[in-house]
């Protein structure tokens, strides 16, 4: 006879929790069933985000295997079950996106520059961008009988040494140092190497004059450059390029000055073509439209008046798009007006989550890239956000229109628009820090008229001056923009000025960023009370990034600039630095305020070729010595100094006799590493440059076959008097 197995048997045990636990899954998924399809985009991205994080073709082909085996996994599972189909689905997309990105990176994708060349070169122009606030254009052309060139170079010229003639078509010469695009300068910088890389751009480079033009161009210039110089041409002062970028989406005629005051008040978000830019646009010529067929009687009463003005709202949201570049925050803005436009074709809902799950599903299909940067972050963050909370039951029910006072009604308006404003800061807030370094505090009070100010004011009368210059009547409009956009940026600057309006905060670790984000999306994706167990992760990785220590000592990829954290703030070795290099290291090191001479600190000894620093961290006393000139330096003295010194630092090419007690940064390590910060009292280094990162935008450090790796040059070898 046999026995059937006991209740209490470890084996029977698990298995009853196993499938008590499957089952309440289920239940759970079955009640949020409505929700399951917006996850679909997350796994895409996550296949995305992990070709970007992973660093070679081995890791990026088993991360494509493991999640392909997480899918296989899934579909073991009972049939007919929902967690089935989400892991064998998301399983799928998320090694789809990985594939996806890593095709387009290996199919369109232009490699760079190998090293930095002074070239003659003759190319033929592609585009020309004004940028009147730096006092140039950049130009994009086609080198022509290069081979050694990339196929696409990216090329300033002053508007000083602008020639006639050039413009789309052109063929022009000139000289140039072109560089390979630009990496993060120091860890979590902007990587302009990335992006360039999916752009096309091969190299980066100033044309000296002169430029000769070989060919003028014929073409006549683009809308979006004639549009440019004409709103340029009918505004004066700071106006002139808020109006342009309002147009145009070209934001090269706003000056420094402003575009510091609207991102520190949190109104940079107007400059960028999005949402409320389209939708005001869309909103604008289905009124009009309705309004106009409304005039005729047989229209009104026998044609769907609707479905024509929203036709017609659609092909104007797509002129504007491609009008303004196409950038990621307008297409996915003209999507979901497109989406928005076909529900209500349809009698359907259109404003919902689905909505802004599809438009992110295809700017990932068509732009995978686009994950990775802040503008498509921060987008659909925003979107999430306010779609999200419009769709609470207790938000949508105090929102609701009702038979009530006028000042009631405004009380509640102004309510909502503050609730949403703030709700849009915290979810920007922690994607803000990790690109920027920093996130507004006060972005929430200057929407509050701010957006009403552009969206009812200052966008109707730019439009009816564009319309009313036809017939050259424009005149009166351009006067009333140039009014509400100077209002516009005294709230800009009165707010940006306030100590509260910004936190700043050192570089954030990726793994905090993607906690935070994963919490995120978990309270805003879910409807069930589950959603608010995302406030966990959110807020341990939110004080985790509060507490994350700052770095004592900032290094450039270059080697030249050096910021050192002392008591005082933080000081510079190269006073004369300019206001981005100053920018970089402050932002990255979570230092809000004016960096000072490392010369002028008490415990530093400088002179014109060398500093000596002295800094008390984690309990023990550092010396740092630091390279400043490229003058020669008696041998006898510098190789006392170094064996002195625990950190070297130098923009040269140290020779071997130069040994620090614990770190020697110099050209040659710089080149394998790129810029780094250091943390003195944990002992840690982080790098720009990651061991064996094979991404196809890294330029790997050439070698040198004129001398020796013992001998590296003539200049700094042990057999010379210096260094």
Same mark, same amino acid.
């Given at each position: ?26 239940? !759970? /998924? ?82 760079? /520059? ?18 009147? &606030? ?85 073409? &006549? ?104 570049? &196409? ?39 068509? !732009? ?95 439009? /009816? ?12 409009? !351009? ?46 994706? !879910? ?197």
């Amino acid at each position: 006879m046999a026995f059937a197995p006991r209740q209490t048997s470890p084996l029977g045990k698990g298995a009853a929790w196993a499938r008590a636990g499957f089952g309440t899954v289920e239940a !759970w /998924l079955e009640r949020e069933r409505e929700q399951i399809g917006l996850w679909a985009p997350m796994a895409m991205g996550a296949g995305i985000a992990g070709w970007f994080l992973l660093p070679n073709p081995m890791a990026w082909l088993a991360f494509c295997c493991a999640v392909l085996g997480l899918a296989c996994l899934g579909a073991l599972m009972p049939d007919g079950a929902r967690l089935r189909r989400m892991v064998a689905v998301g399983g799928v997309l998320a090694c789809a996106g990985c594939l996806l990105v890593w095709g387009k990176a290996a199919l369109l994708g232009q490699p760079p /520059l190998a090293r930095p060349v002074f070239v003659q070169m003759t190319g033929a122009v592609e585009s020309v961008r004004p940028v009147p &606030a730096q006092q140039m254009v950049r130009v994009m052309l086609r080198p022509v009988d290069a081979p050694t060139l990339p196929a696409v170079v990216r090329v300033n010229i002053a508007k000083a040494d602008m020639p006639d003639g050039l413009g789309e078509g052109a063929l022009i010469r000139f000289r140039a140092r072109l560089m390979p695009p630009a990496p993060p300068s120091v860890p979590g910088g902007y990587d302009f190497a990335a992006r360039a890389y999916f752009q096309g751009i091969g190299a980066t480079g100033k044309a000296l004059k002169p430029v000769a033009v070989l060919r003028a161009s014929t073409a &006549a210039p683009p809308l979006r450059a004639r549009l440019f110089d004409h709103i340029r041409a009918q505004t004066d002062g700071p106006a002139e390029g808020i109006a342009v970028a309002l147009a145009t989406g070209d934001q090269g005629a706003i000056s420094e000055a402003d575009a510091e005051a609207m991102r520190r008040s949190g109104l940079a978000h107007l400059l960028s073509i999005s949402g409320l830019h389209v939708t005001a646009l869309i909103g604008a010529v289905i009124f009009l439209l309705l309004r106009v067929l409304a005039l005729s009687r047989r229209a009104a009463l026998g044609l769907p008046l609707m479905l024509i003005a929203g036709a017609g709202g659609a092909l104007a949201g797509i002129f504007y798009t491609w009008l303004t570049g &196409a950038e990621v925050p307008t297409v996915r803005s003209c999507v979901a007006a497109l989406l928005v436009l076909g529900g209500m074709a349809m009698g359907r809902d259109a404003v919902t989550l689905r909505l802004v799950a599809t438009g992110a599903l295809i700017v990932l299909v068509v !732009w995978p890239e686009a994950l990775v940067g802040p503008s498509f972050q921060m987008s659909f963050a925003a979107v999430t956000a306010i779609v999200a909370l419009a769709e609470h039951p207790r938000f949508r029910a105090f929102a609701a229109a009702r038979d009530e006072g006028m000042g009631r009604k405004a009380a509640r308006m102004l309510a909502v628009t503050l609730a949403t404003g703030v709700a849009v800061e915290l979810v920007l807030m922690p994607i803000a820090l990790f690109h920027f370094h920093k996130a507004g505090m006060l972005g929430a009070i200057a929407n509050l008229v701010a957006i009403p100010l552009t969206t009812f004011v200052v966008m109707p009368l730019e439009a /009816l001056a564009l319309l009313f210059d036809v017939v050259g009547l424009g005149a009166p409009f !351009w006067w009333g923009t140039e009014q509400a956009l100077n209002l516009l940026l005294l709230i800009a600057h009165g707010v940006g000025a306030s100590p509260m309006a910004t936190m700043v905060a050192p570089a954030m670790p990726v793994a905090l960023f993607a906690m935070i984000t994963g919490g995120l999306l978990w309270c805003l994706l !879910w409807r069930t009370g589950v959603r608010w167990a995302g406030l966990a992760p959110v807020g341990i990785g939110m004080g985790l990034a509060m507490l994350t220590p700052a770095p004592d000592i900032v290094v450039t990829g270059d080697g030249q600039h050096v910021a050192v954290r002392s008591g005082a703030g933080m000081a510079l070795l190269r006073e004369r630095a300019g206001d981005y290099v100053r920018d970089v290291l402050a932002e990255t090191a979570g230092y809000e305020g004016e960096l000072s001479a490392i010369a002028d600190l008490p415990t530093a000894r400088c002179s014109t070729d060398l500093c000596a620093l002295a800094l008390e961290r984690g309990g023990r006393r550092w010396r740092l010595l630091m390279t400043r000139s490229d003058m020669l330096i008696e041998r006898a003295r510098f190789a006392r100094d170094c064996a002195a010194a625990d950190i070297v630092v130098s923009d040269r090419r140290l020779p071997r006799w130069c040994r620090p007690r614990w770190l020697k940064v110099d050209r040659r390590l710089l080149a394998r590493t790129g810029g780094l910060s250091i943390d003195l009292s944990r002992g840690e280094v982080h790098t720009v440059t990651r061991p064996g990162d094979a991404h196809p935008w890294i330029v790997r450090p050439a070698r040198r076959s004129k001398y020796s790796a013992s001998d590296p040059d003539p200049r700094l070898s042990p057999g010379n008097k210096g260094l």
